[in-house]
């Protein structure tokens, strides 16, 4: 199973990016997918995940109503839109992909198959 991460890069305060997770090797369709960050001398946190029983979808309150989460069945790929981007939102991100249906929040225990991560910076 592979997953590899694009479309991180350098954003300003109140700009945008779109991440893409796109997997090689399985049916994207038949997981749970979280997209998880790391910045330096935090922990791995989640900031949007899929459920693949139900379709539904965790956001924390930190990015709530500024991050979304979609499949594109098609390229077997899923993605997070991120807007009004702000500084705190620096990190490695990272996608996972899981067979379990999370309850609630998703957490990094609830993953085991990792991309390599893409770094987003916001900064201005």
């Known amino acids: 199973l592979q997953l590899v991460e694009s479309g991180g890069g350098l954003a300003q305060p109140g700009g945008s990016l779109r991440l893409s997770c796109t997997a090689s090797g399985f049916d994207l369709g038949y997981y749970s997918i979280g997209w998880f960050r790391q910045a330096p001398g935090k922990e791995r946190e989640g900031v949007s995940c899929l459920n693949r029983s139900d379709g539904r979808k965790y956001y924390p309150d930190s990015v709530k109503g500024r991050f979304t989460i979609s499949r594109t069945t098609s390229r077997n790929t899923v993605n997070l839109e991120m807007n009004s981007l702000k500084p705190e939102d620096t990190a490695v991100y990272y996608c996972?992909?899981?067979?379990?249906?999370?309850?609630?929040?998703?957490?990094?225990?609830?993953?085991?198959?990792w991309g390599q991560g893409t770094q987003v910076t916001v900064s201005s």
């Open positions: 996972a992909a899981s067979l379990y249906s999370f309850i609630g929040a998703c957490t990094p225990d609830d993953f085991d198959s």
